[in-house]
């Protein structure tokens, strides 16, 4: 257990005079800065204002517990005095606060107080509550099994202890002995909910249930905070494990410029906390200490304001932010080299695509060491659902294939931190409808992690799972999900329909500087089968195949209405109807010039794909074609697709009826070559 003895002594706790004279002096910094903000504020010089005054006892003496040049820190927005401590300067706090293009946090482009800063192991946030919690899980994760030395601290309010992302990183960081501390700055209010109106019992005791400690220090007191976190990590160091530290704290200001704190709170109890002023505390200890005189004192407040004035000028002076555009992507891929042949079959032993995908990920962990994947019963005896994963941990280990407990928010976050800390992370997600608890993780965070970052922090994720219909799978089974995901900038959505794509494709995903979604059709894991590669073989991510070559229609499909439509092509070809087929491959990004070159050759467009009609990925190509080669066409853009209902249904003779089929796609094919 922590121990929670409140050593009042700091030569005792192993701080020395300058240590703690330097406390005193980031404490203040952090108060005057956030003084001075707030005066911008009403100068509207700036639009807004999160403040740290109050908790500056609490992440001071938090931060004086790390080592910034090995430990890592996940700090959240109010977190100005602990960036400090840890070494940002005012200027780079600034440089925020004025959405600066030299901003280094995140280059104008969020809200300030949202911290980053690489050199220093700060990791990036978004302004999504609780999301890092599974980041700190990841990197955590990366160190200890890496051998890395360092540990990781997360913070947040107590309101964020409600959120789900929280629980499940709690319990990850339990049942794998991370070297995690959670520090949680109860400072009473969640914007205005109290906490009684968000946690039952404490914050401290919800660690007994995560398997950690948890303990409530007093967040004025920095020697306190600065004890407890001591052991902490100490504890995780020694591979002990994570800990849960509650600092009891109080804010002075609203929770932001935008709040007003005088409709949920009294002026009395404001001023009772104002008595127990965190710097007035170490002020007092100072004194008493005889560490501080007034020479001292006015030293360090005129260094202070000095220093912030200077932070100010040098910030206002810094260029606006100018540049929107960049680091959506860290390798952009513009399609220009339109297929006009039939894609080559390969060459190689016939596999199944379940087959090709194993072969390929036990290929990849051979030829890359910091390659792992993690899932739900991904590790072995099970190998996963679909045994895509089957013999990797027997033969590359546990701390590269292993098991996750239930949780996909925790499953992507993990990624995110795997990928952070150096990693080159693969998340298997059992089953594409139940990907939706992590769809947070992914639109928030994977997608959104280089844009913001302006390409100081990348998340190389690749993830994959198993999707579509046609097996019986019933509503919660047989979803396609592209439409959600091909909406997002920053993500890339690939389809494989053979056994050769998903293993090629699979292999440039990995190698891809960008998060990559792979959707394997599970219909075709059996179903389709064909020639292999040995090793190493890429798809380019962006490039469609064109299976077949026909005069008179195109069908443009993808994943198993790809592989049913080369079969409606073939037959078609006995009623003397000539198709090309197209199969994309990737829908975002999206292979423009196959399709456009596609249009031309015959002028007639028949789009196939399981999902709905409505606002499906369809409709996207139907609108560029209409968009960029309307005088190409010949006859309306076609649209085959299953019915508006929520899915396939379970019954053979209901499922038969709603699924897309060969048939299908000949009869409209049909129709359209007629048109
Ligand atoms: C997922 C999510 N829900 C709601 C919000 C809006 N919001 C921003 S801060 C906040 C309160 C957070 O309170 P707490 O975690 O206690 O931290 P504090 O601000 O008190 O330091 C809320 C509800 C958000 N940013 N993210």
């Known amino acids: 257990m922590l121990e929670l003895d409140n050593v009042r002594d700091h030569s005792a706790l192993g701080l020395s005079e300058d240590q703690l004279i330097d406390m005193y002096r980031k404490m203040l910094l952090a108060r005057k800065l956030d003084e001075r903000v707030w005066a911008l504020n009403r100068q509207g010089r700036v639009p807004f204002v999160v403040s740290v005054a109050g908790h500056e006892g609490t992440q001071v003496g938090a931060a004086f517990a790390l080592d910034p040049t090995k430990d890592w820190s996940l700090p959240y927005y109010r977190d100005v005095a602990f960036n400090l401590a840890m070494g940002s300067t005012p200027a780079d706090l600034f440089l925020a606060v004025f959405a600066k293009g030299t901003d280094p946090a995140n280059a104008g482009r969020q809200m300030p107080n949202h911290w980053s800063e690489p050199d220093l192991n700060i990791f990036s946030h978004s302004s999504v509550i609780a ?5 700190a899980c990841g990197i955590a994760h990366q160190l200890k099994t890496s051998g890395q030395p360092g540990v990781v601290m997360v913070s947040s309010g107590e309101g964020a202890t409600s959120e789900g992302d929280w629980h499940e990183a709690m319990n990850f960081a339990g049942v794998h002995k991370l070297p995690i501390i959670f520090l949680v700055e109860n400072n009473l209010y969640a914007i205005s909910t109290p906490t009684k109106q968000e946690v039952a019992g404490t914050v401290a005791e919800r660690a007994v249930g995560y398997g950690m400690p948890g303990v409530v220090v007093d967040g004025n007191d ?17 591979g002990e494990g994570p800990s849960l530290i509650e600092a009891k704290t109080y804010r002075y200001y609203a ?20 008595r127990k002023d965190p710097i007035l505390v170490l002020k007092q200890y100072l004194v008493e200490s005889r560490l501080l005189g007034e020479e001292l004192e006015l ?15 040098e910030a206002d002076e810094a260029p606006e932010a100018l540049d929107w555009e960049t680091n959506v992507y860290g390798k952009v891929i513009v399609p220009n080299d339109p297929a006009t042949e039939v894609e080559p079959e390969p060459v190689g032993e016939s596999l199944n695509m379940i087959t090709s995908i194993n072969r390929t990920l036990h290929n990849i962990f051979e030829e890359y060491d910091d390659t792992s994947i993690f899932g739900e019963d991904v590790g072995d005896p099970k190998g996963g659902v679909f045994k895509a994963t089957v013999g990797l941990t027997d033969k590359f280990g546990a701390n590269r294939s292993f098991n996750t407990p239930l949780a996909e928010a925790l499953i992507i976050g993990l990624g995110v931190g795997i990928g952070a800390a150096g990693g080159r992370p693969i998340a298997e997600i059992q089953f594409a409808d139940f990907i939706h608890p992590g769809f947070d993780q992914i639109l928030s965070e994977v997608a959104k992690l280089r844009y913001r970052t302006n390409g100081r922090w990348a998340s190389p994720l690749v993830i994959r799972t198993p999707y579509g219909g046609g097996i019986h799978g019933a509503l919660y089974h047989s979803q396609s999900i592209e439409a959600f995901y091909a909406h997002i900038p920053g993500l890339k959505v690939v389809v494989p329909s053979t056994p050769a794509d998903a293993a090629g494709l699979l292999w440039s995903a990995v190698e891809d500087p960008d998060p990559v979604m792979i959707l394997e059709p599970k219909k075709l894991y059996r179903l389709s089968t064909g020639p292999c590669p040995e090793g190493a073989h890429r798809v380019p991510i962006g490039k469609a195949a064109l299976r077949r070559i026909g005069d008179d229609l195109t069908i443009i499909a993808y994943g198993t209405m790809a592989h049913f439509a080369v079969e409606a092509a073939d037959r ?12 994309l491959r990737s829908i975002r990004p999206l292979d423009w010039p196959s399709i456009e070159r596609a249009v031309r050759r015959n002028g007639k467009v028949l789009i196939v794909h399981e999902d709905t009609k409505f606002a499906g990925f369809g409709a996207e190509i139907a609108a560029q074609i209409v968009e960029k080669s309307l005088d190409w066409l010949d006859a309306p853009v076609r649209r085959y697709c299953s ?3 929520p899915t396939f249904p379970y019954s053979s003779t209901l499922e038969e009826q709603v699924f897309p089929s060969v048939d299908g796609i000949i009869e409209e094919a049909r129709s359209l070559a007629a048109y």
């Open 299 to 313: 030293e360090i407040e005129t260094g202070v304001t000095n220093e912030i004035a200077a932070a100010v000028k």
């Open 643 to 645: 019915p508006e209902i």
């Open 572 to 583: 078609l070809l006995t009623e003397d109807i000539e198709a090309s087929v197209l199969d």
């Open 131 to 135: 999301t890092q919690f599974p980041h």
């Open 255 to 274: 929770h932001t410029s935008d709040d007003d704190d005088k409709v949920y709170r009294s002026a009395e109890e404001v001023e009772l906390w104002r």
């Open 222 to 238: 920095v020697l306190a905070v600065y004890g407890v976190m001591s052991a902490a990590v100490q504890r995780a160091r020694a």
